[in-house]
T-cell receptor, first 113, second 115 residues
Framework: GENVGLHLPTLSVQEGDNSIINCAYS??????FIWYKQESGKGPQFIID?????DKRQGQRVTVLLNKTVKHLSLQIAATQPGDSAVYFC????????????FGTGTRLKVLA | GAVVSQHPSWVICKSGTSVKIECRSL??????MFWYRQFPKQSLMLMAT?????????EQGVEKDKFLINHASLTLSTLTVTSAHPEDSSFYIC???????????FGPGTRLLVL
């Protein structure tokens, strides 16, 4: 199922470098996508979202790119800091439905000093 | 804005007892709240969708008589794990969406340990 993941993929980056976290989503009809950051022992924290009528959206130090052709979502973090170390989840949903989210398996980001 | 709280943050109980977890939206009204369960190193698994004033909708495989959900107001939903057993030990997280909005904001989670 889409929520099963025995091994979290890990991305290790040097402090100050840019990070790119990727996500392949499952439903070609999904039209709203969100990135969350989850630190150990805490609930997911909203980072940025994007609707399907856009292919790029920027926030503070973060950019989300959406490629609907290949059902791919990415999160770019500029000048990665130690505080960015966490697990990052993408989520997708259909705005015309019940707003139930389908979550990706997650990626662990490790920032090396 | 968009702050969601959960109480308690952690709970240890004996097998066979019931545990109630509260989820509150602090600065917005939430018509819909969601309850998730998360195992270590895994993603979030949706258990049920809770709508204010109506019965919750449970995901396939989730026992509604075991995980009782009540959403009596626009700012409070509760999850009661009835007759808890060690296999119910997990991290339970709620989320809430403001009325008419699509973004889910998550609570800090409740860690349940059943002995």
């Amino acid at each position: 199922g889409e929520n099963v993941g025995l091994h979290l993929p890990t991305l290790s980056v040097q402090e100050g470098d840019n990070s790119i976290i990727n996500c392949a989503y499952s439903n070609s009809a999904s039209d709203y996508f969100i990135w969350y950051k989850q630190e150990s022992g805490k609930g997911p924290q909203f980072i940025i979202d994007i609707r399907s009528n856009m292919d790029k959206r920027q926030g503070q130090r973060v950019t989300v790119l959406l490629n609907k052709t290949v059902k791919h979502l990415s999160l770019q973090i500029a000048a990665t800091q130690p505080g960015d170390s966490a697990v990052y989840f993408c989520a997708e949903t259909l705005l015309s439905g019940t707003y139930k989210y389908i979550f990706g398996t997650g990626t662990r980001l490790k920032v090396l000093a | 804005g968009a702050v969601v709280s959960q109480h308690p943050s952690w709970v240890i109980c004996k097998s066979g007892t019931s545990v109630k977890i509260e989820c509150r939206s602090l600065d917005f009204q939430a018509t819909t709240m969601f309850w998730y369960r998360q195992f270590p190193k895994q993603s979030l698994m949706l258990m049920a969708t809770s709508n204010e004033g109506s019965k919750a909708t449970y995901e396939q495989g989730v026992e509604k008589d075991k995980f009782l959900i009540n959403h009596a107001s626009l700012t409070l939903s509760t999850l009661t794990v009835t007759s808890a057993h060690p296999e119910d030990s997990s991290f339970y997280i709620c989320s809430a969406t403001a009325t008419g909005k699509e973004t889910q904001y998550f609570g800090p989670g409740t860690r349940l340990l059943v002995l």
